[in-house]
């Protein structure tokens, strides 16, 4: 993510709605920051996105 904000594009079509709303919301904003933090660095964070990721992928092969 960190790269297509420095880059100021998206090639995946799939992130693209996503990070033209970041953009959208950040325009609002006097500064932006976006970093990296490796995910051995935040479990947390990591477990809740891997948690949504299945529950979303289990959804779309139901239907």
Not at 5 to 32: I, P
Request: glycine share 4%; net charge positive.
């Amino acid at each position: 993510m960190v790269d297509t904000f420095d880059k100021g594009h998206v090639k995946n079509k799939v992130f693209k709605s996503y990070y033209d709303r970041v953009v959208s919301l950040t325009k609002s904003l006097d500064m932006f920051i976006i970093t990296h933090t490796p995910r051995k660095n935040n479990r947390g964070a990591d477990k809740l996105a891997k948690d949504r990721l299945y529950k979303e992928r289990k959804k779309l092969n139901l239907n």
